[in-house]
């Protein structure tokens, strides 16, 4: 098997912007574009799975094997000023460079279908401490979006505080272009911490991105739903361990250095 998308049915939507929120950093993305998903009530409509995911199947309560994956939704503008849109979020990122891309890119080649073109990707910049009132930044694929977005709080990097994007946020941004699609990529600032959520950082992307979309949405229960998340996490951290000592990799200090700056 490689990379498929398995669709349930194919929603009706006009120009809809996509959303993705996958985990990295502070698990942002996940957080943010996951508790917009349940406040808005979307529906699923599809799912991503792919070799290049840990080859393990989680447990379930009910004994149930949960396979990993990435889910799309989508959801149908209420008012006028708002518009239709496409989310996806996911369990994990791929483990090798050749599937970001080749995930990447089947995403892009499903979003077509939908005549999508505006993206915007969620994740964190990790700054090495905690703080109060996370700043936002933004990367994006046109330089016409800096003037349209930054009205709205944006700090558009200039490569002064960003690097590089690792991950399916950034390369969903970048070749996005190719595809006939406008995006920004929104870094929320956290202290860094791959494993916990860090719920004010998701909730400073999030003020940022409803206020983009128009949309009303009751960011009370961040907090609670990223406690419902810690369990998950924790499993999937140990399954990830697990697997690492059956291959036999022992990452070196190096990539533990690089694990802290990723950004996803």
């Not at 959303?19 to 699923?44: C, D, F, H, Q, T």
């Not at 518009?83 to 791929?94: E, K, P």
């Not at 995006?183 to 600032?189: A, F, S, Y």
Request: hydrophobic content about 40%; some cysteine; aromatic content about 8%.
């Amino acid at each position: 098997m490689v990379t498929r998308i398995v669709v349930y049915k194919k929603p009706k939507v006009k120009n809809p912007v996509f959303v993705e929120g996958l985990p990295g950093i502070g698990n942002v993305g996940r957080v943010a574009a996951g508790y917009l998903v349940e406040e808005l009530k979307a529906e699923k409509f599809a799912e991503l799975i792919s070799d290049h995911f840990l080859p393990l199947a989680l447990t379930r309560e009910d004994s149930t094997l949960h396979l990993l994956k990435a889910e799309f939704f989508y959801w149908k503008a209420k008012r006028k000023n708002q518009r239709d849109l496409i989310l996806m979020i996911g369990d994990s990122q791929s483990v090798d460079p050749q599937g970001q891309y080749e995930i990447t890119t089947e995403i892009l080649k499903f979003l077509r279908k939908f005549k999508v073109k505006e993206i915007f990707t969620l994740g964190g910049l990790s700054i090495g401490e905690e703080v109060e009132k996370p700043k936002v930044i933004g990367l994006t694929n046109d330089p016409s979006l800096v003037k349209k977005y930054s009205k709205y709080g944006i700090i558009f990097d200039t490569g002064t505080r960003v690097g590089s994007v690792v991950g399916i946020a950034g390369l969903l941004i970048a070749l996005g272009k190719y595809y006939g699609m406008k995006g920004v990529c929104l870094l929320g600032e956290t202290a860094g911490l791959p494993i916990i959520p860090d719920h004010k950082s998701a909730e400073s992307v999030l003020k940022v991105l409803v206020k983009i979309l128009n949309l009303k949405i009751d960011l009370t229960k961040l907090e609670k739903k990223i406690e419902n998340m810690k369990d998950f996490l924790k499993k999937m951290k140990e399954a990830q361990a697990r697997i690492l000592s059956q291959l036999l990799i022992k990452p070196t200090r190096k990539v533990e250095e690089e694990r802290l700056t990723y950004i996803g």
